[in-house]
């Protein structure tokens, strides 16, 4: 191979190592397994799905993923006072999105109580649901034991049938879910990328301090229009995304334990 074409293979090497590497980096997150399900009512049952815990918190040394992550917590927006926006249909990432000042139940018929736990000791000995006032299941946390830092961690859990108001010009609606990956108990003083890993958007709550690792990039949850054809006067239809409030965040994303507030402290 002449030194010409040594070249051009080195070349071509190199992009390929690169676009693996920023793949792998784009997908180095705590995510949910299936992150795009179909509507379904209650008669076709619940949609099983997994949270992926990816990799553990930064040591302060080099800032590689090295710490064992002990817990995690999960919530989903509560559709009472969550921040709805909507967007055309088509993944034009460029238009911004516009702030809707309905309810959710403009687009989704019947959100009250999404989560259910699939019970599992396969990572964390321990696991609760997170519940509002009225009993409805929004999240759960899982701790005890720890998943050690190089491994993936799957956290099994189902959401309920959703089904997308028909009369609606919704084609999507994609819920933001809030994830922190905690490494090491502390209060909010000592969060830190090496004692918790902080997947929520940025609404202005206690959980998102900016610079951290995974600041403003929350897991999702896209429901896709399948049962009811968009009516007509509706086009190519609208994207939708659901977002907890802070309020929420600051009432929700905690563990407790009998009744203390074991995180954050």
Same mark, same amino acid.
């Given at each position: 191979m ?18 693996v ?9 705590t995510?949910l ?18 949270v ?28 009472k ?8 249909? #088509? ?13 959710l ?8 109580s999404?989560?259910?736990l ?6 964390f ?11 409805n ?5 899982? #701790? ?7 491994y ?20 999507s ?10 490494c ?5 003083? #000592?969060?830190?990328n ?34 009811a ?7 190519? #239809?609208l ?8 309020a ?8 407790v ?9």
């Amino acid at each position: 191979m002449n030194g010409s074409r040594q070249f051009e293979w080195l070349v071509i090497l190199a992009v390929i190592a690169f676009a693996v590497i920023a793949t792998q980096n784009a997908f180095a997150h705590t995510r949910l397994k299936v992150p795009a399900i179909d509507e379904n009512n209650a008669n076709h049952g619940s949609t099983y799905n997994d949270v992926v815990i990816a990799h553990g918190c930064q040591n302060e040394t080099d800032g590689a993923s090295t710490i064992d992550t002990i817990g995690t917590v999960v919530v989903f927006p509560d559709g009472k006072d969550s921040i709805i926006t909507t967007k055309p249909a #088509g993944g034009d990432s460029s238009v911004v999105a516009t702030a809707h000042d309905g309810m959710l139940a403009d687009f989704v018929t019947n959100w009250a109580s999404p989560v259910t736990l699939i019970q599992s000791k396969d990572v964390f000995e321990l696991q609760e649901y997170i519940k509002d006032s009225l009993g409805n299941k929004l999240g759960f946390w899982a #701790g005890g034991g720890k998943l050690k830092a190089g491994y993936r961690g799957l956290l099994p859990f189902t959401t309920a049938g959703v089904v997308i108001n028909p009369d609606s010009c919704a084609k999507s609606v994609t819920f933001v879910v809030s994830i922190a990956d905690v490494c090491e108990v502390t209060d909010k003083s #000592g969060f830190s990328n090496a004692t918790v890993q902080l997947w929520v958007p940025a609404v202005g709550s206690n959980f998102e301090i900016e610079g951290l690792h995974g600041y403003d990039s929350p897991a999702t949850l896209k429901v896709n229009r399948t049962i009811a054809a968009l009516p007509a006067a509706c086009g190519d #239809g609208l994207d939708i995304i659901v977002k907890p409030s802070a309020a929420q965040l600051n009432r929700d994303l905690k563990v407790v334990v009998d009744g203390d507030q074991v995180w954050p402290k």
